[in-house]
Protein backbone atom coordinates (compact mmCIF):
# COMPACT_ATOMS: atom_id res chain seq x y z
CA UNK A 1 0.00 0.00 0.00
CA UNK A 2 1.50 3.41 -0.59
CA UNK A 3 2.21 6.06 1.92
CA UNK A 4 0.41 8.82 0.64
CA UNK A 5 1.36 12.43 0.93
CA UNK A 6 -1.33 14.58 1.85
CA UNK A 7 -1.44 17.66 -0.80
CA UNK A 8 -3.56 20.51 -0.85
CA UNK A 9 -5.28 21.82 -4.38
CA UNK A 10 -4.20 25.55 -4.41
CA UNK A 11 -8.06 26.60 -6.25
CA UNK A 12 -8.91 26.35 -2.84
CA UNK A 13 -7.28 29.28 -1.79
CA UNK A 14 -7.41 31.41 -5.01
CA UNK A 15 -9.28 34.20 -3.57
CA UNK A 16 -7.07 34.74 -0.66
CA UNK A 17 -3.63 35.82 -2.14
CA UNK A 18 -0.75 36.47 -2.35
CA UNK A 19 0.61 32.84 -2.44
CA UNK A 20 3.41 32.68 -0.74
CA UNK A 21 1.62 33.73 2.51
CA UNK A 22 -0.74 30.39 1.68
CA UNK A 23 2.49 28.06 1.17
CA UNK A 24 3.94 29.12 4.47
CA UNK A 25 0.38 28.18 6.03
CA UNK A 26 0.44 24.86 4.62
CA UNK A 27 3.77 23.65 5.44
CA UNK A 28 3.01 24.94 8.87
CA UNK A 29 -0.12 23.09 9.69
CA UNK A 30 1.79 19.47 8.05
CA UNK A 31 1.13 19.42 4.24
CA UNK A 32 3.60 17.43 2.78
CA UNK A 33 2.38 18.91 -1.08
CA UNK A 34 0.19 21.37 -3.43
CA UNK A 35 -1.29 21.01 -6.56
CA UNK A 36 -1.70 23.65 -8.89
CA UNK A 37 -4.13 25.02 -11.34
CA UNK A 38 -4.17 26.66 -14.16
CA UNK A 39 -3.25 29.87 -15.04
CA UNK A 40 -1.35 29.89 -11.50
CA UNK A 41 2.01 28.62 -12.68
CA UNK A 42 0.97 30.25 -15.72
CA UNK A 43 3.96 31.58 -18.00
CA UNK A 44 6.46 31.52 -15.19
CA UNK A 45 6.72 27.57 -13.53
CA UNK A 46 10.24 28.20 -12.61
CA UNK A 47 9.11 31.55 -10.19
CA UNK A 48 6.42 29.22 -8.88
CA UNK A 49 8.66 26.07 -8.14
CA UNK A 50 11.21 28.25 -6.48
CA UNK A 51 8.14 29.55 -4.14
CA UNK A 52 7.05 26.14 -3.45
CA UNK A 53 10.84 24.99 -2.87
CA UNK A 54 11.23 27.71 -0.77
CA UNK A 55 8.74 26.16 2.13
CA UNK A 56 9.75 22.71 1.30
CA UNK A 57 6.78 21.45 -0.24
CA UNK A 58 6.53 19.21 -3.57
CA UNK A 59 3.98 19.20 -6.76
CA UNK A 60 3.77 15.43 -7.29
CA UNK A 61 0.38 16.40 -9.71
CA UNK A 62 -0.71 19.56 -11.38
CA UNK A 63 -3.75 20.74 -12.56
CA UNK A 64 -3.29 22.29 -16.88
CA UNK A 65 -6.22 22.69 -19.76
CA UNK A 66 -7.38 19.81 -21.97
CA UNK A 67 -6.89 21.95 -25.24
CA UNK A 68 -3.52 22.96 -23.83
CA UNK A 69 -2.12 18.87 -22.87
CA UNK A 70 -3.74 17.49 -25.89
CA UNK A 71 -2.41 20.60 -28.30
CA UNK A 72 0.90 22.00 -26.71
CA UNK A 73 1.83 18.72 -25.30
CA UNK A 74 5.69 19.62 -25.19
CA UNK A 75 4.98 22.89 -23.83
CA UNK A 76 3.11 21.12 -20.66
CA UNK A 77 6.13 18.22 -20.33
CA UNK A 78 8.00 21.32 -19.89
CA UNK A 79 6.40 22.68 -17.33
CA UNK A 80 5.45 19.55 -15.54
CA UNK A 81 9.51 18.90 -15.65
CA UNK A 82 10.24 22.71 -13.83
CA UNK A 83 7.75 22.24 -11.59
CA UNK A 84 9.26 18.83 -10.39
CA UNK A 85 5.59 16.83 -11.05
CA UNK A 86 4.93 13.09 -12.11
CA UNK A 87 1.90 13.60 -13.26
CA UNK A 88 -0.18 15.85 -15.34
CA UNK A 89 -3.65 16.28 -14.56
CA UNK A 90 -7.04 17.32 -16.71
CA UNK A 91 -9.01 18.86 -14.64
CA UNK A 92 -12.37 20.00 -16.23
CA UNK A 93 -14.12 19.99 -19.72
CA UNK A 94 -16.84 22.88 -20.27
CA UNK A 95 -20.04 22.16 -21.55
CA UNK A 96 -18.84 23.29 -25.48
CA UNK A 97 -16.02 21.01 -24.89
CA UNK A 98 -18.14 17.59 -23.79
CA UNK A 99 -19.03 15.00 -25.66
CA UNK A 100 -22.67 14.68 -26.95
CA UNK A 101 -22.82 10.60 -27.52
CA UNK A 102 -21.51 7.75 -26.60
CA UNK A 103 -19.29 7.62 -29.46
CA UNK A 104 -17.94 11.25 -29.09
CA UNK A 105 -16.68 10.13 -25.51
CA UNK A 106 -14.97 6.98 -27.23
CA UNK A 107 -13.41 9.18 -29.76
CA UNK A 108 -12.21 11.93 -26.89
CA UNK A 109 -10.59 8.84 -24.59
CA UNK A 110 -8.81 7.54 -27.69
CA UNK A 111 -7.71 11.30 -27.83
CA UNK A 112 -6.63 11.24 -24.42
CA UNK A 113 -4.82 7.85 -24.49
CA UNK A 114 -2.75 9.07 -27.80
CA UNK A 115 -1.70 12.09 -26.11
CA UNK A 116 -0.90 9.77 -23.06
CA UNK A 117 1.78 8.04 -25.09
CA UNK A 118 3.75 10.85 -26.03
CA UNK A 119 3.88 12.28 -22.28
CA UNK A 120 4.62 8.70 -21.04
CA UNK A 121 7.84 8.73 -23.72
CA UNK A 122 8.74 11.76 -21.74
CA UNK A 123 9.13 10.20 -18.71
CA UNK A 124 5.40 11.08 -17.09
CA UNK A 125 1.77 10.68 -16.42
CA UNK A 126 -1.73 11.56 -17.79
CA UNK A 127 -4.42 12.24 -15.48
CA UNK A 128 -8.21 12.63 -15.87
CA UNK A 129 -10.05 14.60 -13.10
CA UNK A 130 -13.98 13.83 -12.91
CA UNK A 131 -16.71 15.66 -11.76
CA UNK A 132 -20.66 14.49 -11.83
CA UNK A 133 -21.01 14.95 -14.85
CA UNK A 134 -19.01 12.01 -16.74
CA UNK A 135 -20.94 9.50 -14.13
CA UNK A 136 -24.54 10.67 -16.05
CA UNK A 137 -25.65 7.21 -18.06
CA UNK A 138 -24.86 7.37 -21.85
CA UNK A 139 -27.46 5.65 -24.20
CA UNK A 140 -25.82 1.83 -23.94
CA UNK A 141 -25.64 1.94 -21.02
CA UNK A 142 -22.06 2.83 -20.33
CA UNK A 143 -20.90 6.23 -18.16
CA UNK A 144 -18.23 8.72 -20.07
CA UNK A 145 -16.28 8.23 -17.09
CA UNK A 146 -15.61 4.57 -18.74
CA UNK A 147 -14.45 5.85 -21.52
CA UNK A 148 -11.95 8.35 -20.23
CA UNK A 149 -9.82 6.27 -18.26
CA UNK A 150 -7.55 3.50 -18.72
CA UNK A 151 -5.39 2.91 -22.12
CA UNK A 152 -2.62 4.72 -20.00
CA UNK A 153 -4.83 7.70 -18.66
CA UNK A 154 -4.91 7.28 -15.05
CA UNK A 155 -7.81 8.73 -12.56
CA UNK A 156 -7.60 11.54 -10.39
CA UNK A 157 -10.67 10.42 -8.88
CA UNK A 158 -12.56 13.07 -7.08
CA UNK A 159 -14.81 11.66 -3.95
CA UNK A 160 -16.78 14.70 -3.22
CA UNK A 161 -18.26 14.92 -7.13
CA UNK A 162 -18.47 10.71 -7.45
CA UNK A 163 -21.04 11.62 -4.33
CA UNK A 164 -23.16 14.26 -5.43
CA UNK A 165 -23.25 12.62 -8.79
CA UNK A 166 -25.53 9.87 -6.62
CA UNK A 167 -23.61 7.17 -6.83
CA UNK A 168 -21.80 4.75 -4.32
CA UNK A 169 -18.07 6.09 -3.64
CA UNK A 170 -17.18 2.59 -2.32
CA UNK A 171 -17.58 0.79 -5.47
CA UNK A 172 -16.39 3.48 -7.60
CA UNK A 173 -13.11 3.42 -6.02
CA UNK A 174 -12.82 0.02 -6.49
CA UNK A 175 -13.64 -0.55 -10.08
CA UNK A 176 -11.15 2.45 -10.80
CA UNK A 177 -8.50 1.28 -8.19
CA UNK A 178 -5.76 0.46 -10.12
CA UNK A 179 -5.84 3.63 -12.83
CA UNK A 180 -6.43 5.75 -9.80
CA UNK A 181 -2.86 7.59 -9.25
CA UNK A 182 -4.38 10.34 -6.25
CA UNK A 183 -8.20 10.71 -4.60
CA UNK A 184 -9.24 14.62 -4.30
CA UNK A 185 -10.59 14.12 -0.76
CA UNK A 186 -13.93 16.35 -0.64
CA UNK A 187 -16.55 16.57 1.80
CA UNK A 188 -20.26 17.30 0.96
CA UNK A 189 -22.37 19.50 3.34
CA UNK A 190 -25.40 18.12 4.13
CA UNK A 191 -28.27 18.52 2.17
CA UNK A 192 -30.30 22.35 1.71
CA UNK A 193 -26.82 24.03 2.89
CA UNK A 194 -25.96 26.88 0.42
CA UNK A 195 -23.43 28.17 2.22
CA UNK A 196 -19.74 28.07 0.24
CA UNK A 197 -21.81 26.47 -2.50
CA UNK A 198 -22.41 23.43 -0.21
CA UNK A 199 -18.98 21.82 0.13
CA UNK A 200 -17.63 21.10 3.45
CA UNK A 201 -14.32 21.12 4.95
CA UNK A 202 -13.16 17.77 5.20
CA UNK A 203 -14.51 15.41 8.13
CA UNK A 204 -17.39 18.08 8.43
CA UNK A 205 -20.05 17.31 6.30
CA UNK A 206 -21.57 13.77 5.00
CA UNK A 207 -19.27 11.93 3.47
CA UNK A 208 -18.29 8.92 5.34
CA UNK A 209 -14.09 8.68 5.23
CA UNK A 210 -13.71 5.67 7.91
CA UNK A 211 -16.13 3.71 5.50
CA UNK A 212 -14.69 4.93 2.08
CA UNK A 213 -10.46 4.82 3.81
CA UNK A 214 -10.21 0.84 3.10
CA UNK A 215 -11.32 1.33 -0.31
CA UNK A 216 -9.10 3.94 -1.16
CA UNK A 217 -5.83 2.31 0.43
CA UNK A 218 -6.64 -0.42 -1.76
CA UNK A 219 -5.38 1.34 -5.08
CA UNK A 220 -1.82 0.16 -5.71
CA UNK A 221 -0.57 3.60 -7.21
CA UNK A 222 -2.40 6.11 -5.30
CA UNK A 223 0.42 7.89 -3.45
CA UNK A 224 -1.69 11.74 -3.17
CA UNK A 225 -4.64 12.95 -0.88
CA UNK A 226 -5.10 16.05 -1.76
CA UNK A 227 -7.92 18.01 0.14
CA UNK A 228 -10.23 20.22 -1.81
CA UNK A 229 -13.23 22.81 -1.23
CA UNK A 230 -14.42 25.27 -4.03
CA UNK A 231 -14.83 27.82 -2.93
CA UNK A 232 -14.29 28.31 1.40
CA UNK A 233 -14.60 31.27 3.37
CA UNK A 234 -11.48 30.65 4.96
CA UNK A 235 -8.54 29.11 2.91
CA UNK A 236 -6.66 28.34 6.76
CA UNK A 237 -9.74 26.99 8.77
CA UNK A 238 -10.34 24.87 5.55
CA UNK A 239 -6.40 23.69 5.32
CA UNK A 240 -6.30 22.86 9.10
CA UNK A 241 -9.53 20.84 9.73
CA UNK A 242 -8.84 18.93 6.44
CA UNK A 243 -5.91 18.03 7.17
CA UNK A 244 -6.50 16.65 10.73
CA UNK A 245 -9.12 14.80 8.84
CA UNK A 246 -7.17 13.35 6.81
CA UNK A 247 -4.12 12.47 9.60
CA UNK A 248 -7.19 10.74 11.58
CA UNK A 249 -8.25 8.40 8.58
CA UNK A 250 -5.05 8.03 6.87
CA UNK A 251 -4.04 5.45 8.99
Known amino acids: MPKHKISFQLYSARNFPPLETVLEGLAKIGYDAVEPYYPLYGEDPAGYRAKVDAVGLVTPTFHAPMDGVTGETARFIDIAKTIGAHTIVIPYL?????????????????KLAATAVTVKAAGLGLGYHNHDFEYATLSDGSRPIDHLIGNGVASELDLGWVVRAGKDAAPEIDKLASEVIAFHIKDIAPAGTTAEDGWADVGQGVVDWAALWPHIQK?????????????????????????????????
Not at 94 to 109: I, M, T
Open 219 to 251: APKAGVLVAEHDNPADWKRFAERSFAAIKSFAV
Open 94 to 110: GAEERPVDVDGWKKLGE
